[in-house]
């Protein structure tokens, strides 16, 4: 085999689905493992969906997986043209697009057009009404010279004259599959607009960038007939396709960009009081958004709105899995799962489920792939990515919560320094499965000591019982924990040691009141760590406000 060139093409028109970041990963893997080329292209031909700062969130989500391309745009050290093959946005290859276009007609394998989208629409209802599939088709009265010369000046769209005969696709995955002529109609192939359909563009930039092995999802599968067939009218060879497993929720359903549209709408028709300007939104945009379920609010009032209404978004796209807070490397062995596995065991029998993208590269290949869709399982990740978060030594930890803070977090950035959250880091890793939830060890850092509700079960345990009571044991020790100088975790840990020592107490005898003086309860990280993150002041204010509160 030669070496083998795949291609991952997304249109830019929000960020990438977890569905196509997997895609975008078994291209590479492929590409990567058979010593080929991976290329990147962005498909926005579709002017008014697309957008520059869509292209670029997807280049950043795939370089945050750490799925690197050979061919494609500049991105970090990822892409180039060396092969001089791009560019690699669709709207700027319209040349390509119209030389072929040009082919075509001259063949008399492509036609104007002139059907309005009324007139489209009365036909298909037509169809309907006789209980029949809509199938364009050329009228046999079709004069092509005369609709040549209506071109000039009249708008119009171009289609493909599908040759009468069944297409027969060979899939790497799914085997032989034959496309009745019956069902595939003449597709327009040039927009009003002059651009190209996802249809003709795909076949045309394939050809041109060598693509050998074309990997995508089984969504498109219908859409392959219509290429292979663009592809013989234009004397193009035919790639080898593999069309991937479909990924579905838990319940069955599609996953869906419309998954996290749904949450907030449900969660809106709930409230009831929910206004355009709580949405962000004009008037006429949340009236339309609230009537028509199709229409969607856009991703940057959505996620606000959620967080408002106390919404928790399904993760769909990658960034909204890296919000998370989720590490990538965890993400994407969960991904390579999703359809394929290495057929390997490991002790005790077990399928081989954890691995990095060495491995994939060079054992990811069609036969491993299976036919029937896969469920995403959260918490089968939440498991991967604890596992990970984990294992990890607390410097490097430090360093990846804090670059994640700085993105989605600025108050925790702002809370605590970069040493503050290498002290944290050992406390926090065993009890946050991502990122987002490094907070829930730590909350009692963002709470005011004047808000802090007391657990009635811990205080009659340990403040209340004993002999010495507790609460008589933290007002004794108080003075002597101001005497500590650094203020640090290993200063304050030998401090309270010597003093239970001297005292002849336990050392939950003194951990425990102090743990409740400070967070309201009986557990918190380390003790050392939990006074040091909070400072002496604050630590010395607490506790006497418990001391106060109790004495009332």
Request: with cysteine.
């Amino acid at each position: 085999m030669t070496n083998p060139i795949t291609r991952f093409a997304p249109s830019p028109t929000g960020h990438l689905h977890i569905g196509g970041a997997r895609t975008a990963l078994f291209c590479a893997a492929y590409a990567h493992g058979h010593a080929g080329r991976f290329v990147l292209r962005i498909e926005d031909t579709d002017q008014k969906r697309s957008s520059e700062a869509a292209a670029r969130g997807i280049l950043e989500d795939l370089a945050w997986l750490g799925i690197t391309w050979d061919d494609g745009p500049a991105f970090d050290s990822c892409g180039g043209d060396s092969r001089s093959v791009g560019p690699y946005y669709q709207s700027e290859r319209l040349s390509f697009y119209n030389e072929a276009f040009q082919k075509l007609l001259d063949a008399g394998l492509a036609y104007p057009c002139f059907e309005t989208t009324e007139e489209l629409a009365e036909m298909r209802q037509s169809a309907e009404a006789n209980k029949q599939t809509f199938i364009y088709r050329q009228r046999a009265d079709y004069d092509h010279a005369s609709a040549l010369k209506r071109a000039e000046s009249e708008e119009h769209v171009l289609r493909f004259k599908m040759p009468a005969q069944a297409v027969t696709v060979k899939d790497e995955i799914l085997g032989e599959v034959v496309f009745p002529y019956e069902e595939l109609d003449d597709l327009v192939i040039r927009k009003r607009d002059g651009f190209p359909t996802y249809h003709f563009a795909v076949v045309v930039d394939d050809q041109a960038m060598g693509v050998t092995h074309v990997i995508r999802g089984q969504e498109h599968l219908n859409n392959t007939p219509r290429h292979v067939a663009l592809m013989g009218a234009l004397g193009y060879p035919v790639p080898v396709f593999a069309h991937l497993p479909l990924i579905f929720n838990p319940d069955g359903s599609k996953m869906s960009k419309r998954d996290k549209d749904k949450a907030v709408r449900a969660a809106v028709k709930a409230a009831g009081d929910v206004t355009a300007q709580d949405a962000g939104v004009d008037e006429g945009v949340f009236a339309k958004w609230q009537k028509d379920k199709t229409v969607q609010l856009p991703q940057d009032k959505l996620v606000p709105l959620a967080e408002r209404l106390n919404v928790e978004l399904p993760e769909i796209e990658v960034e909204d899995f890296r919000r998370s807070g989720y590490l990538p490397e965890a993400v994407v062995n969960y991904i390579a799962l999703l359809g394929w596995n290495p057929g390997e065991k490991v002790e005790g029998g077990k399928d081989l489920e954890r691995f990095d993208r060495a491995y994939l590269d060079s054992k990811f290949d069609f036969g491993r792939v299976g036919k029937a869709a896969s469920k995403f399982d959260r918490e089968k990740l939440r498991a991967f990515n604890f596992d990970l978060i984990k294992s990890m030594e607390p410097g490097a930890f430090a360093k990846i919560w804090r670059a994640w803070a700085e993105r989605y977090d600025k108050a925790l950035v702002q809370r605590l320094s970069a040493e503050d959250m290498h002290m944290l880091a050992p406390a926090v890793q065993p009890r946050a499965a991502t990122l987002s939830e490094s907070r829930q060890p730590i909350a009692y850092l963002f709470v005011d000591a004047g808000t802090i509700e007391y657990d009635e079960k811990a205080v009659a345990k340990f403040m209340h019982k004993g002999e010495p009571a507790g609460a008589d044991v933290l007002r004794e020790f108080a003075p002597r924990l101001a005497e500590v100088e650094p203020f640090t975790p290993e200063a304050i840990e030998a401090r309270l040691a010597d003093y239970c020592e001297h005292e002849g107490l336990k050392m939950g005898s003194l951990a425990q009141p102090i743990r409740i003086a400070l967070t309201g309860a009986a557990v918190s990280p380390p003790l050392g760590v939990t006074l040091a993150s909070l400072g002496k002041e604050e630590s010395l204010r607490r506790i006497e406000r418990c001391l106060a509160a109790l004495t009332v």
